[in-house]
């Protein structure tokens, strides 16, 4: 019973490419949800997906940045014309359901974007 | 806005020692407060996951404390080995919009030998 897969684990990327991270929820798991981890920070929430929904991207710079969940295959997360400040960890979290009272999300491994 | 701050930032103790991590957070209308563990290059493991109305939690040597009222959390960790060492999160689970987790910066912990 595999867990959430991150891949790839370490991506590099000149300014102005396009970035793809890809998230493989757990069996079963119906809803993803993708973090950003800057250096020397916390956490911080970017968007909410269900199988070809966007639930909620408040947390998702306006530009370059865009998330879907399609029906089949896996989360991904594309930034377009990357910048050194994209550099971080990302990651990717499932859930069976709608999270709701302590319910647990369960974390992939992420993937560390570094920006040249 | 809820907020959520983590001290020490850094931690180093010998084997053997009791340790406590802090946690605090602005808002107490949360669902829960849980703490996980970060190893460098992997994810996220949760260790220990209290609800708001209970006090405590325990896994083994780990004991994690809730105060809701004054928005603090303590997860206490006895008899540290050097395998206790990685970086410690707490976060919080907002009762308003439960699938966001915010999280504390951490708490790296080194127990050295």
């Known amino acids: 019973n595999a867990g959430v897969m991150q891949n790839p684990r370490h991506l590099v990327r000149r300014r102005g490419q396009e970035a793809r991270l890809r998230c493989s929820p757990m069996?079963?798991?119906?809803?993803v949800y993708w973090y950003r981890q800057l250096p020397e920070e916390g956490l911080k929430f970017m968007v909410y997906?269900?199988?070809?929904?966007?639930?909620?991207e408040s947390g998702m710079p306006k530009e370059r940045f865009s998330a879907e969940f399609p029906k089949e295959g896996p989360s991904i997360l594309r930034i377009q014309q990357v910048v050194r400040g994209d550099s971080a960890a990302y990651f990717c979290?499932?859930?069976?359901?709608?999270?709701?009272?302590?319910?647990?999300?369960?974390f992939g491994s992420g993937t560390q974007l570094s920006v040249l | 806005k809820q907020e959520v701050t983590q001290i020490p930032a850094a931690l180093s103790v010998p084997e053997g020692e009791n340790l406590v991590l802090n946690c605090s957070f602005t808002?107490?209308?949360?669902?829960?407060l849980q703490w996980f563990r970060q190893d460098p290059g992997k994810g996220l493991t949760s260790l220990l996951l209290i609800q708001s109305s209970q006090r405590e939690q325990t896994s083994g040597r780990l004991n994690a404390s809730l105060d809701k009222s004054s928005g603090r959390s303590t997860l206490y960790i006895a008899a540290s080995q050097p395998g206790d060492s990685a970086t410690y999160l707490c976060?919080?689970?907002?009762?308003?919009?439960?699938?966001?987790?915010?999280f504390g910066s951490g708490t790296r912990l080194l127990v050295r030998p």
């Open positions: 979290a499932s859930s069976p359901g709608a999270t709701g009272r302590n319910e647990k999300l369960f």
């Open positions: 976060a919080v689970q907002r009762m308003d919009s439960s699938y966001k987790l915010i």
């Open positions: 069996k079963g798991h119906s809803h």
């Open positions: 997906l269900q199988k070809e929904n966007i639930i909620d």
């Open positions: 808002d107490s209308a949360i669902y829960n």
